[in-house]
């Protein structure tokens, strides 16, 4: 019986992968450097074993293993993620891959390399290894420092920028155009793609797979999955985009949903094999003898990528603000390049662009730098130690003083409220409308002019179609609300602002009549179409207003709950969870201050109960007066009830010894609106960052802080100076109305 090549050479890739991985992990070393090894051994240059013949049938399924890779690489990431990554990573990452990709592209034609092979160059070096990174952190046991903080956050905008940089690489190398109005055209089609794409998944997809979850178990989900990645690839390619940005599309449409974390589940072992195979198809394409003869390349290469990204990266984080230290042990983490680096050199390759060299110098200079990694993360410390001995005294004291003033919070002003206000709802309704009006103009008017033999009434009814799908958008663009408080303090606050304020309104309606105009004139001649808009901005304004706005704000709410609809259920789930195991055991109870007391008429701080007995004091109720969250200063007075918080071995101690009191343990304090609440860390309430202290939280809330919800972590009575960090559950006791209200209110 006859079997077929392409079987055969995947029992020998996926066998030699196997081995070398085997090797690797005992060593362990990154898994990617084991395939590229296992494909070396198996490649056309590497004569020991017997190597593949079928290179087009695994040329093919390295292809579908970069779609799922990128693909995987959605479902990791989310939108919301990207929100959460702050100024700090998003500068740093900014200063580092603009001055490292120019480096590379110099560096190349310095070399006397070509232009598309300097272009690639730069582009491969844009990224860091996250895998390495994270490898590195694991093993020296770092990974909770605060600087690796700002590496996760500048690898996930890395990640998107190269993703845009692979697009962009693709388009000069297919159309050899490198003119400043072709790149600034190309963007503006991928940005205003991205989205439609992102917009449109977002309203329908969470929907979607909302009313159909009693029909999805694993194998309908995965299949489904698959299907809508695919289908994203094909439509990518068909407007000019990469496949490989069509399976990202679709991966991070996908991550906002409650669905992302069973699909992330149930792609793992397809991404796996395919990125296995993908990875050993990279090593096949390694020539020793090339390595060799480019040693000298890759060694300059090698020195861009440890010294270039160690200072750029650095650079970065110190313009955001960030103290020289934490920015030396960031720029000393991102010193290698990551598996992009590959998929980006073999992109050149495909597209027969680049020059043979160019992958195994990439190849070398990530084998070189993997080493190296963990060894820079490790003597990041003793190198700030040495700078800080050699820069001079006054330029560590103007560092400082930057780092300092970056790091204060800033007000917004009521201009950037609105401002930032009209922008969202001028830029998200036009891509809406533009979307529109292309779907109406390239499918579905041809589609009824191929079936009506009257061409005038196929164009009516096209045009009719177009504009009820645009209605609620129009309505949105030209009479929407923006910010109501920060308008309105604007307004009232100087005549001088009435000119630019009505001059923005004027522009947001003329915008959404050239919208129109724009539709009705591919149909109908110019007065025509001139008297049409009149009539359609007449409906819309005046006769559909209500039932418009009405609609608009179903649309609007859908979108917002689906795209808040994973985070509100893991938030709902930690609640849950919380809820069910409060870590420290935590009791409320109320205690009444004896008459003869000797804590009367001291103030809080002098008694240390907390370090006494690790207590709380919640409020104090005096007579018909609650003091909520009292201050450090605040005294005992006689028949006090103060309201105490802790383990029930806590206030079992606190009255034995102090037998000064009367306790009274009354789990369900009298006072029904003072009691123990959770709340959240999100973007919502703007915790994240902030000390206990500095948070303003007991002010806000009235309420003391008595226990954080970290991870696996359960903080009780936390120090004033603690920091909150994403996702924690923040215990508090006080008043819960005003705890609700400062919930909404973030």
């Not at 990974?143 to 998107?160: A, M, N, S, Y």
């Not at 329908?204 to 309908?220: A, S």
């Not at 009814?461 to 609300?481: D, E, H, R, Y």
């Not at 919380?578 to 103030?603: F, G, R």
């Amino acid at each position: 019986m006859h079997v077929p090549q392409l079987i055969i050479d995947l029992a020998l890739i996926l066998g030699a992968a196997g081995i070398i991985t085997l090797l690797f992990r005992r060593l362990k070393q990154p898994m990617v450097l084991g395939y590229i090894i296992a494909g070396f051994i198996v490649g056309p240059n590497f004569h020991l074993f017997p190597s593949i013949s079928d290179g087009e049938g695994i040329k093919i399924w390295s292809e579908i293993g970069v779609i799922f890779l990128l693909f995987s690489l959605g479902l990791e990431f989310s939108f919301k993620k990207l929100m959460r990554v702050g100024g700090t990573a998003t500068i740093t990452a900014f200063v580092e891959i603009a001055c490292i990709t120019v480096a590379g592209y110099f560096t190349g034609q310095l070399m006397g390399w070509g232009v598309m092979d300097s272009l690639f160059l730069g582009g491969l070096l844009a990224s860091s290894s996250t895998t390495i990174i994270i490898r590195a952190f694991e093993e020296l046991g770092i990974k909770q420092k605060p600087f690796t903080k700002i590496v996760f956050g500048v690898l996930v905008i890395e990640d998107i920028v190269v993703i845009l940089l692979m697009v962009l690489l693709s388009t000069m190398a297919v159309s050899k155009q490198f003119e400043g109005t072709e790149m600034l055209f190309t963007i503006t089609k991928l940005m205003f793609f991205l989205a439609v794409w992102f917009l449109a998944g977002i309203f329908l997809l969470p929907t979607f797979l909302k009313k159909m979850e009693k029909y999805l178990n694993n194998e309908t989900l995965l299949i489904l999955s698959i299907a809508l990645c695919l289908g994203m690839v094909i439509l990518a390619t068909q407007v000019g985009f990469s496949a490989e940005l069509g399976a990202f599309i679709m991966g991070s449409i996908i991550a906002e949903t409650t669905s992302s974390e069973k699909v992330e589940h149930l792609i793992q072992p397809l991404k796996d094999l395919f990125g296995a195979i993908f990875f050993v198809s990279v090593g096949m394409l390694i020539n020793p003898e090339m390595i060799v003869e480019y040693r000298w390349p890759v060694l300059w290469i090698t020195l861009l990528t440890v010294f270039g990204k160690f200072f750029t990266t650095t650079l970065g984080a110190l313009i955001s603000g960030r103290p020289l230290k934490e920015s030396v042990q960031v720029g000393m983490s991102m010193a290698q390049v990551g598996e992009f680096a590959f998929i980006i050199a073999t992109l050149g390759v495909t597209l027969g662009v680049t020059s043979s060299f160019l992958f195994p110098v990439a190849v070398g200079v990530s084998a070189i730098t993997t080493f190296t990694t963990p060894y820079m993360i490790k003597f990041s410390t003793p190198l700030y130690n040495w700078m800080e001995k050699v820069i001079p005294a006054r330029w560590l004291a103007a560092l400082n003083r930057y780092s300092a003033s970056s790091q204060t919070l800033q007000g917004e002003s009521d201009w950037r409220i609105v401002l930032r206000s009209y922008l969202k709802v001028i830029i998200l309704n036009s891509v809406i409308l533009i979307a529109i009006i292309l779907l109406n103009t390239y499918y579905v008017s041809p589609f009824i002019a191929r079936h009506l033999e009257n061409q005038l009434v196929a164009k009516f009814i096209a045009v009719v179609l177009a504009i009820a799908m645009m209605a609620p958008f129009i309505s949105a663009l030209t009479i929407k609300k923006v910010q109501g408080s920060a308008y309105k303090a604007l307004w009232l606050d100087s005549k001088y602002n009435h000119g630019p304020l009505v001059v923005v309104e004027v522009v947001r309606n003329v915008l959404a009549v050239m919208l129109v105009g724009f539709l009705l004139i591919q149909f109908f001649p110019f007065w025509q179409a001139l008297l049409g808009t009149s009539i359609v901005m007449l409906i819309v304004l005046l006769a559909l207003r209500q039932q418009l706005q009405k609609y608009y704000n179903r649309i609007e709410s859908r979108f917002l709950s689906n795209l808040n609809a994973r985070e509100d259920a893991d938030a709902a789930a930690k609640k849950a969870q919380a809820a069910d195991l409060l870590p420290w055991d935590a009791q409320v109870s109320e205690v009444e201050i004896n008459p003869w007391s000797t804590l009367i008429d001291k103030p809080l701080a002098d008694l240390q109960l907390r370090e006494k007995f690790g207590i709380n004091v919640g409020a104090i109720k005096r007579g018909d007066i609650t003091i909520y969250a009292p201050t450090r200063e605040e005294k005992l007075f006689p028949y006090d009830k103060i309201i105490a918080i802790g383990s029930e071995a806590q206030l079992e101690e606190f009255n034995r010894v102090l037998n000064t009191l009367i306790l009274e343990r009354n789990d369900d304090v009298s006072d029904e609106n003072i009691g123990l609440t959770s709340i959240v860390v999100d973007e919502h309430n703007g915790l994240k960052g902030q000390t206990i202290r500095n948070s303003g939280i007991r002010e806000k809330t009235k309420a003391l802080v008595v226990g954080i919800a970290r991870g696996g972590e359960r903080i009780l009575n936390p120090a004033s100076d603690t920091q909150f960090e994403w996702e924690d559950v923040v215990w508090l006791v006080g008043d819960r109305k005003m705890i609700a209200e400062f919930t909404r209110k973030g």
